[in-house]
């Protein structure tokens, strides 16, 4: 089992920053990939940001040059920059690894964190 804590959210003003972890504990191996979505009330979870084990990482278009992804294998930590935050950037941000599971090719298998919950005020 993979287990995700992330943190660092929080009540920021519109235009200003935060940066989100997520700190991986448990049986931390053959991850494919990590990301990070984000989800208000009544609507589905959205993708925000991916990283591969290769390093590509990827966004939504309406994201790029505002969110960066990266990770930290060293510590374990995936992170999520965000600069020039707008309201509608408010929800609760999940982190999610996905790791291949059984032998030969095997299975995806998808872990979540529980969330933090980023506030952007007008």
């Known amino acids: 089992q993979v287990y995700l804590e992330e943190s660092g959210g929080g009540l920021v003003r519109a235009g200003g920053s935060l940066r989100l972890s997520c700190a991986a504990s448990?049986?931390?191996?053959?991850?494919?990939?990590m990301a990070w979505y984000r989800q208000v009330p009544c609507l589905q979870r959205g993708w925000v940001a991916s990283?591969?084990?290769?390093?590509?990482?990827n966004y939504p278009e309406s994201l790029k040059g505002r969110f960066t992804i990266s990770a930290d294998n060293a510590k374990n930590t995936l992170y999520l920059q965000m600069n020039n935050l707008q309201p509608e950037d408010s929800a609760v941000y999940y982190c999610?690894?996905?790791?291949?599971?059984?032998?030969?090719?095997?299975?995806?298998?998808?872990?979540w964190g529980q969330g933090t919950q980023v506030t952007v005020a007008s």
């Open positions: 990283i591969e084990s290769s390093g590509n990482t």
């Open positions: 448990g049986r931390i191996f053959d991850i494919t990939s």
């Open positions: 999610k690894y996905t790791q291949r599971q059984g032998k030969g090719c095997g299975h995806l298998v998808d872990h």
